[in-house]
């Protein structure tokens, strides 16, 4: 079973809105990471946050993190095209480095 | 090399033929991962390399897949006498272990697309 959940499943809007994307996981995590992946490509890393972080900013996007209610968030701002992609949370847990990838949000921003 | 690689980058195969697929990680990376993802689906954990061992194999999806890994380096997946269920793209990536910053931070290659016929 997935242990993490995005929400929504796709998400369609403007170039220059705001992108908001939801995860949710089931059981307590150690950290929990973002990624992309452009169609057709391998994953790459966006953000990580830890389990004692609350929020985190990198350039236009914006994590954050609810341990109490299992889930995080992924803001982008300023949304361009080249945005367009499918973006993973993935959890780690447990005392090895197992990480393990929600089912994705397909975004695409529509110039 | 730069970054991860992963051969070949497609192969079509018939329905009960063994295919093997390569993974070379980035190098110094410790820990290396395959994945599995069908069209338009999330990421399947197959199995999990510290080194030379795989302390979690739980994802592979029956014994007609192994994976080995030698030198702490490359990583091979073999599927034997190959289904129409196992096509899609399988996704190898690597890490750091032990580098408190960069732990876990997963580097990819861009895949191998399998097309059983």
């Known amino acids: 079973s997935q242990q993490g959940e995005e929400d929504p499943q796709a998400l369609s809007i403007q170039e220059g809105e705001n992108a908001t994307m939801n995860c949710s996981y089931k059981?307590?995590?150690?950290?929990l990471q973002w990624y992309r992946q452009n169609s057709g490509r391998g994953l790459v890393h966006l953000i990580l946050?830890?389990?004692?972080?609350r929020e985190k900013h990198s350039g236009r996007l914006r994590v954050t993190l609810d341990t109490s209610k299992k889930s995080s968030s992924l803001l982008i701002t300023a949304s361009r095209a080249a945005d367009t992609a499918s973006y993973f949370c993935?959890?780690?847990?447990?005392?090895?480095?197992?990480?393990?990838f929600g089912t994705g949000t397909k975004l695409q921003v529509i110039p | 090399g730069a970054g991860v690689s992963q051969s070949p980058s497609n192969k079509v195969t018939e329905k009960g033929k063994d295919v093997e697929l390569r993974c070379d990680p980035i190098?110094?990376?410790?820990?290396l991962y395959w994945y599995r993802q069908s069209l338009g689906q999330g990421l399947e954990f197959l199995i999990y390399?510290?080194?030379?061992?795989?302390?979690?194999k739980s994802g592979l999806p029956s014994d007609r897949f192994s994976a080995e890994r030698t030198g702490g380096s490359v990583s091979t997946l073999t599927i034997q006498r190959t289904q129409q269920e196992d096509s899609a793209v399988y996704l190898c990536?690597?890490?750091?272990?032990?580098?408190?910053?960069?732990?876990?931070?997963?580097?990819f290659g861009a895949g191998t697309r399998l097309s059983v016929l």
């Open positions: 990536a690597s890490s750091l272990s032990g580098v408190a910053l960069a732990k876990n931070i997963q580097y």
């Open positions: 059981t307590s995590i150690n950290n």
């Open positions: 946050i830890r389990s004692n972080e």
């Open positions: 993935a959890t780690e847990t447990g005392g090895y480095q197992k990480v393990t």
């Open positions: 190098s110094g990376h410790t820990a």
């Open positions: 390399f510290q080194g030379n061992s795989a302390p979690d």
